[in-house]
């Protein structure tokens, strides 16, 4: 079964930088792009980022980008993020989410369980 | 950007009830939408795709319409395991939105 699980989450300062890891199994990570959506406390969802499924493609919410960089490992089957720059307003659950494929478009099926960002000084 | 709204904020219900959230899309987003339900403290868990499609393994009880920038997603029999927040997102371009969400709560 498809599984993704987060890592990296912490307490950081602003300024600094963490990044998260989501380790996927149970399908071919090599073959489906990938994405970050994160949720602020008590508030909704919000899309950050996604990479193609061979990490040729990448894009980004305008909040984060420029401090933000998502890559991919498929020959380890991860999924990363790269925070920098850290701000308050960043703090989160940050979600990896798979997309799968319909009709020539992509949508999610799976999330992960989400690890907590808190950037607090 | 593609901006989702979605009415009402919040809904209470009982056991049994059928219900109707509406989503809107600020332009033509075809059908690219789909819908997810969130408990709290847990990851979302996506329900439907392409407006009207059912993910696998998610009970009929849940329905989606619409096309362009009008949906609806429509929950029948409600049990209480479906006392959610519910959010509607739209896939056509990025940034890929998400509204607001609805809370359904026990009447």
């Known amino acids: 079964q498809v599984q993704l699980v987060e890592s990296g989450g912490g307490v950081v300062q602003p300024g600094r930088s963490l990044r998260l890891s989501c380790a996927a199994s149970?399908?071919?990570?090599?073959?489906?792009?990938m994405h970050w959506v994160r949720q602020a406390p008590g508030k909704g969802l919000e899309w950050v980022s996604v990479?193609?499924?061979?990490?040729?493609?990448?894009y980004y919410a305008d909040a984060v980008k420029g401090r933000f960089t998502i890559s991919r490992d498929n020959s380890e089957n991860t999924l990363y993020l790269q925070m920098n720059s850290l701000r308050a307003e960043d703090t989160a659950v940050y979600y990896c989410?798979?997309?799968?494929?319909?009709?020539?478009?992509?949508?999610?099926?799976?999330w992960g369980q989400g690890t907590l960002v808190t950037v607090f000084s | 950007d593609i901006q989702m709204t979605q009415s009402p904020s919040s809904l209470s219900a009982s056991v049994g009830d059928r219900v109707t959230i509406t989503c809107r899309a600020s332009q033509d987003i075809n059908s690219y939408l789909a819908w997810f339900q969130q408990t709290p403290g847990k990851a979302p868990k996506s329900l439907i795709y392409?407006?009207?499609s059912l993910q696998s393994g998610v009970p009929s009880k849940f329905s989606g319409s619409g096309s362009g920038t009008d949906f609806t997603l429509t929950i029948s029999s409600l049990q209480p395991e479906d006392f959610a927040t519910y959010y509607c997102?739209?896939?056509?371009?990025?940034?890929?939105?998400f509204g607001g969400g609805t809370k359904l709560e026990i009447k």
């Open positions: 990479i193609s499924y061979d990490g040729s493609n990448k």
């Open positions: 392409a407006a009207s």
């Open positions: 997102q739209q896939y056509k371009s990025y940034p890929f939105t």
């Open positions: 149970g399908f071919t990570f090599s073959s489906y792009g």
């Open positions: 989410a798979k997309e799968t494929y319909s009709r020539s478009s992509a949508y999610f099926d799976y």
